[in-house]
């Protein structure tokens, strides 16, 4: 009984003090956000990519994004697109060079590959339910 009492009460703690900034995005980051003939094509790809690097995650997780965001892009038609967004983000994980919004940027004091806590994934599923993903 002791020993569930001080689970619950470090599962609380952590639940509660996880803290997350403020979701932006710039949606496709280097790149525009559709084709010439429909400007967003993919941008609804890319938001959604966003809202998972703002709340990061294990570097499964990770992988398993840049891939979903390939499949999305390759879903509006543009496979060759998909191929060099997707290859562009996963070399980006690479370079010492880090942008604003690299993987796990919304979480404060926390490390971004760390797994999700109940009030990350309820914020995570939070913004996808806002933008229709």
């Known amino acids: 009984m002791k020993l569930l009492?001080?689970?619950?009460l470090v599962f609380s703690f952590t639940s509660a003090h996880a803290q997350l900034k403020?979701?932006?995005t710039d949606y496709c980051t280097f790149y525009p956000n559709g084709s010439l003939f429909n400007r967003n094509a993919w941008k609804h790809c890319c938001l959604e990519h966003?809202?998972?690097y703002w709340v990061g995650g294990s570097k499964k997780r990770q992988f398993s994004v840049d891939l979903k965001l390939r499949e999305c892009?390759?879903?509006?038609?543009y496979d060759l697109i998909a191929?060099?967004?997707?290859?562009?983000?996963?070399?980006g994980?690479?370079?010492p060079v880090k942008i604003k919004y690299d993987?796990?940027?919304?979480?404060?004091?926390r490390d971004k590959f760390a797994p999700l806590l109940l009030k990350e994934e309820l914020a995570l599923k939070?913004?996808?339910?806002?933008?229709?993903l």
Request: aromatic share 20%; hydrophobic share 40%; proline share 0%.
């Open 5 to 8: 009492a001080l689970v619950a």
């Open 93 to 95: 994980h690479y370079s």
């Open 83 to 91: 191929n060099m967004m997707y290859y562009g983000v996963r070399a």
């Open 73 to 77: 892009v390759r879903s509006t038609g």
């Open 103 to 109: 993987w796990g940027w919304g979480r404060v004091e």
């Open 126 to 132: 939070k913004l996808l339910l806002k933008y229709k």
């Open 50 to 52: 966003d809202i998972y």
């Open 22 to 24: 403020e979701f932006k």
